[in-house]
Structure formats: C-alpha cells, structure tokens
C-alpha cells in the first residue's frame, strides 16, 4: 500500500540554523505534498505544500523541495527560532493523504 | 486558511456507550472530510474518507460497523464510536479538504476516553 517515510524522527538545533526534514513516499500518483506542524495537543497546522508540477517552494523562512523522479521531498526552515519547535509531519496525496510519522524539531535558544 | 470546527473536544464515556463526533466546515463546502486517529506522539492514521452524499470508504484494518461515519451535507460529517471500549480512547480528528485544491485544514480534535 502507500507508504511515506520520514527522517529524522527528531532533530535538535541551536537558534539560528537551519533544520532538514525529509520524506520519500511510494504510490507514484502522488500529486500534492503538504506539510504540516503540531504543536502539544493542538491540531495539525499546514506550513506550506506543493504540487507535483512545481520542484520548489518558498514562504519567508521555510521552502519545500520535490524530485518526483526520486520521490523524495523535504522541508527546510532557515534560521530557526524557539517557537519553531513542534512536530513536522509531512504528507504525499492523490485521492487520499498518507502521512509520514513525524519529526520532533527542538530548537534551542 | 479554511476553518474546521470538531465536537465536542473531550468526551468520557462508559465502556459500552456509543459516542458522537461532529466535523463541520465553517466557510467552505467540503465534498470530502477524512477522520484521522492519533496516539501519543505518534502520526496521524487515516481511518476512513467521508463523501458527501455516499459511502464512506475505510482504511484496511478499521471496522465500519464500529466506526460509523455520515457526512449528510456538505458542511457537516460525523463519526460515531459504538460500544466503545478502553482500546478506543484516543485523539480523533477531523479535516476537511477544499475542493478543487487539494488542501485539507484539521479540526481541533477530540479526546475521547473511554472508562
């Protein structure tokens, strides 16, 4: 069946640097790739998405890169600050969402 | 960002009783919502894809007739726990997807805990 993985499961960086979340993903029909943030006991938050016409995406501090040929994509926040510490799930769709398991991103002042 | 509202945000409920999420889409009309299920600290698990007027098609694994789900309108599905049990306490959420766009916005979730 579908199947989204993605590393690392957490990531620890100091205020400031940067942050790389990856995702790989298998049903090939994938077309669009959201990407969400959860913070403790909140709901999912979409951050930013792209469609599978488009092989990068900015907004401000994050951007989002796709290789349909790998079926790769990742998330990359820039100079991270505290209150970016969440979980990170990122999800490939067609019909339906998969989501991978999450990533625990810690931000350390 | 669309808005989803989810109720009620925590229910207790005895083992045996039957409960009741409510999913609605405030400013969009949503053809399809998705009930997702999530452990602590864990990802979220698709458990059925709610249409607008049919059936809902579920996840290989989760039984339909304990998890009923009717999304009788185009703002509103619902998800009902029956006879449920300890093993079904958990983080249930909704989302709703905008049509045409692809994007889905979660509701708030809603904890259930079953005694």
């Known amino acids: 069946g579908e199947n989204v993985e993605q590393h690392p499961s957490t990531l620890s960086v100091q205020e400031g640097d940067s942050a790389v979340i990856k995702c790989t993903y298998s049903?090939?029909?994938?077309?669009?790739f959201p990407w969400y943030k959860q913070e403790l006991g909140k709901r999912p938050q979409l951050i930013i998405d792209?469609?599978?016409?488009?092989g990068e995406k900015k907004d401000q501090r994050i951007a989002v890169t796709l290789n349909k040929t790998a079926k790769h994509f990742s998330l990359h926040i820039t100079e991270t600050q505290p209150e970016d510490s969440a979980v990170y799930f990122c999800?490939?769709?067609?019909?339906?969402?998969?989501f991978g398991a999450g990533t625990r991103l810690f931000v350390k002042a | 960002g669309a808005v989803v509202s989810q109720h009620p945000s925590r229910v207790i409920c005895k083992s045996g009783t039957s409960v009741k999420i409510e999913c609605r889409s405030l400013?969009?009309?949503?053809?399809?919502m998705f009930w997702y299920r999530q452990f602590p600290k864990q990802s979220l698990m698709l458990m059925a894809t709610?249409?607008?007027?049919?059936?809902?098609?579920?996840e290989q694994g989760v039984e339909k007739d304990k998890f009923l789900i009717n999304h009788a309108s185009l703002t509103l599905s619902t998800l009902t726990v029956t006879s449920a049990h300890p093993e079904d306490s958990s983080f249930y959420i909704c989302?709703?997807?905008?049509?045409?766009?692809?994007?889905?916005?979660f509701g708030p979730g809603t904890r259930l805990t079953v005694t």
């Open positions: 400013d969009f009309q949503a053809t399809t």
């Open positions: 999800a490939a769709s067609e019909s339906k969402t998969i």
């Open positions: 709610s249409n607008e007027g049919s059936k809902a098609t579920y």
């Open positions: 989302s709703a997807r905008v049509p045409g766009l692809g994007e889905q916005y």
């Open positions: 049903d090939s029909a994938s077309n669009y």
């Open positions: 792209i469609r599978s016409n488009v």
